[in-house]
C-alpha cells in the first residue's frame, strides 16, 4: 500500500494544524504507524507512534502538545498539533513500521 498525508500549512505560534494520513489499505500494514519529521539541515525524527492496539507514544517534544489517533477503519491516522512552536517547522511524514512512507506535508510556524 501507499501513504498520503494532507493538512500541512502556514501557522502562526500558539496556532494548531491537524495532519491526516491517507493508507491505501491500513496505516498498520508493516505494523506500528507513526508520525515523523524532518527540519531542514536536520535528520528526520520520530514525532510520535501508534499501535494496532492503540498505545501511543511520544518524543519529549510532542508530548502534551501532539495527538496521534487512528480511525475505525485503520486506514486514516491523524496528528493533531497544538501550541505550536516555530521549532516545529518542518516536512511531516507518516509511515507504517518505517518502511511505507508518505511523500510529506509541510508544516511552517511563523509570525
Known amino acids: 500500500g501507499h501513504l498520503v498525508e494532507s493538512g500541512g500549512g502556514l501557522v502562526q505560534p500558539g496556532g494548531s494544524l491537524r495532519l491526516s494520513c491517507a493508507a491505501s489499505?491500513?496505516?498498520?500494514?508493516?505494523?506500528?504507524a507513526g508520525w515523523y519529521r524532518q527540519a531542514p539541515g536536520k535528520l528526520r525524527e520520530l514525532v510520535a507512534v501508534?499501535?494496532?492496539?492503540?498505545?501511543?507514544n511520544y518524543e519529549p517534544f510532542a508530548k502534551g502538545r501532539f495527538t496521534i489517533s487512528v480511525d475505525n477503519t485503520k486506514a486514516m491516522m491523524y496528528l493533531q498539533m497544538n501550541s505550536l512552536k516555530p521549532e516545529d517547522t518542518a516536512v511531516y511524514y507518516c509511515?507504517?513500521?518505517?518502511?511505507?512512507w508518505g511523500q510529506g506535508t509541510q508544516v511552517t510556524v511563523s509570525s
Open positions: 489499505e491500513s496505516v498498520f500494514s508493516v505494523g506500528y
Open positions: 509511515s507504517s513500521g518505517g518502511l511505507v
Open positions: 501508534i499501535t494496532p492496539f492503540n498505545v501511543t
